[in-house]
T-cell receptor
Framework: GQNIDQPTEMTATEGAIVQINCTYQ??????LFWYQQHAGEAPTFLSY????GLEEKGRFSSFLSRSKGYSYLLLKELQMKDSASYLC????????????FGGGTRLMVKP | EAGVVQSPRYKIIEKKQPVAFWCNPI?????LYWYRQNLGQGPELLIR????????DSQLPKDRFSAERLKGVDSTLKIQPAELGDSAVYLC??????????????FGPGTRLTVT
């Protein structure tokens, strides 16, 4: 089985930087995904990490440490539209590459 | 390119009634997933199809839930009879073997089910 933990809620100010952490335990790690989900909408893909290190994509970056079972999503220059839930998901190579999602972190960006 | 299409978007039914959800994946995507997402939680996989074959349905409550993917394209998820605890958003997603590195899943907008 898998256990994925991330904070339930976070609040940050427009223009600031926020880091959303995710810790996981899995027997067959085969990649970690971050998805963004606005209220009432579908999750949309943000990033993918399978090797240790930082992946940067515009204002968003994602970091992975496989030895620590740890990832974070870094959002820079926050905008009001970044208010959403951010879902951490781990793929298990021992379970047909099934994705298991964390509960999501609801980020509120304030002016 | 059209995304994953789901219908209906919203459904309100009384308990013990049947309900069905429909999903049309992205063209060419051979893998299709059904997830259930409760309020404030992440999606939980119900069933995964590779083409028309259900390859992972361990989380599907088989006493009341059923799914099919005839011809390996569209899929239908059915609940009969529905219970109050089935109220959730039902998400469909698809992915392609061509995207070999990530097998990124593309999600549809979901069907919000309310059982009263």
């Amino acid at each position: 089985g898998q256990n994925i933990d991330q904070p339930t809620e976070m609040t940050a100010t427009e223009g600031a930087i926020v880091q959303i952490n995710c810790t996981y335990q899995t027997s067959g790690f085969n990649g970690l995904f971050w998805y963004q989900q606005h209220a009432g909408e579908a999750p949309t893909f943000l990033s993918y990490n399978v090797l240790d290190g930082l992946e940067e994509k515009g204002r968003f970056s994602s970091f992975l440490s496989r030895s620590k079972g740890y990832s974070y999503l870094l959002l820079k220059e926050l905008q009001m539209k970044d208010s959403a839930s951010y879902l951490c998901a781990v793929r298990d190579g021992n379970a047909g590459n099934m994705l298991t999602f964390g509960g999501g972190t609801r980020l509120m960006v304030k002016p | 390119e059209a995304g994953v299409v789901q219908s209906p978007r919203y459904k309100i039914i009384e308990k013990k009634q049947p309900v069905a959800f429909w999903c049309n994946p992205i063209s060419g995507h051979n893998t299709l997933y059904w997830y259930r997402q409760n309020l404030g939680q992440g999606p939980e996989l119900l069933i995964r199809y590779e083409n028309e074959e259900a390859v992972d349905d361990s989380q599907l409550p088989k006493d009341r839930f059923s799914a099919e993917r005839l011809k390996g394209v569209d899929s239908t998820l059915k609940i009969q009879p529905a219970e109050l605890g089935d109220s959730a958003v039902y998400l469909c997603a698809s992915s392609s073997r061509r995207d070999r590195e990530t097998y990124e899943q593309y999600f549809g907008p979901g069907t919000r089910l309310t059982v009263t």
